[in-house]
């Protein structure tokens, strides 16, 4: 069993920062893809950023410049540095990993529970 716990998010003015976290835990052999999502009210969910274990990342085009992903690969957690943060970037922030727990074993995807993030004046 694999756990995907979130924290950092909270309320913000616009411009400025938060950082979150994620922690993966359990049964984990190897650690392939983490990656967030969010959740903004009424939309669909969209695809943030992600970062295989090697460091390679993929920023979506909507919040390059502004947000940077990167991750401990000892302490199997992944950070989302937000900064210049506008209205539109509130939404739940979801953690997602590719993992496989174990030798042999097939990557599977696992989500956390997600932290709300809200930018408001």
């Known amino acids: 069993q694999v756990q995907l716990v979130e924290s950092g998010g909270g309320m913000v003015q616009p411009g400025g920062s938060l950082r979150l976290s994620c922690a993966a835990s359990?049964?984990?052999?190897?650690?392939?893809?983490m990656a967030w999502y969010r959740r903004a009210p009424g939309k669909e969910r969209e695809l943030v950023a992600t970062?295989?274990?090697?460091?390679?990342?993929d920023i979506a085009d909507s919040i390059k410049g502004r947000f940077t992903i990167f991750i401990d690969n000892a302490k199997k957690t992944v950070y989302l540095q937000m900064n210049s943060l506008k209205p539109e970037d509130t939404a739940v922030y979801y953690c997602?990993?590719?993992?496989?727990?174990?030798?042999?074993?097939?990557?599977?995807?696992?989500w956390g529970k997600g932290t709300l993030v809200t930018v408001s004046s």
């Open positions: 359990g049964s984990i052999f190897r650690l392939n893809q």
């Open positions: 997602n990993a590719n993992i496989a727990s174990r030798l042999g074993s097939v990557g599977m995807f696992y």
């Open positions: 970062i295989t274990s090697g460091g390679s990342t």
